[in-house]
């Protein structure tokens, strides 16, 4: 028998999912990107899924994570603000300190 130990992390407010890996991955495209739509092609995955999960974020916390910029010619631009770059940062430290507990653990089995 071969056992492994698995973690999985979110961050919640009031026991209502805020933000998943998921959710990190669109953030973290997104400050790479500066652009919703860009980050979401190269997750993969649609502009309104992309739109939607941000919404929910911020009307789940009552914090503004991003600044929007409307389209033109050029189209238009998204960037987070502290506190999505804050919530970003909880997000990898929590996954960091479990998968750094885990791979201690690990060394037992």
Known sequence: MS????CR????KNG????GKGGAEILKALEEYRSLSKAARALGMSYRFAWMYIN?????????????????????RMALTEEGKNL???????????GE???????RI
Do not use: D, M, P
Not at 56 to 75: D, F, M, P
């Open 3 to 6: 056992l492994e130990i698995k």
């Open 88 to 98: 970003l940062k909880l997000y990898e430290e929590a996954e960091k300190a479990c």
């Open 16 to 19: 209502i999912h805020i933000i």
């Open 9 to 12: 992390v979110w961050i919640e």
């Open 56 to 76: 929910k974020i911020e009307k789940n916390t009552g914090l503004k994570i991003v600044n929007r910029e409307r389209g033109g010619k050029g189209g238009g």
């Open 101 to 107: 507990a885990i791979e201690k653990l690990s060394k």
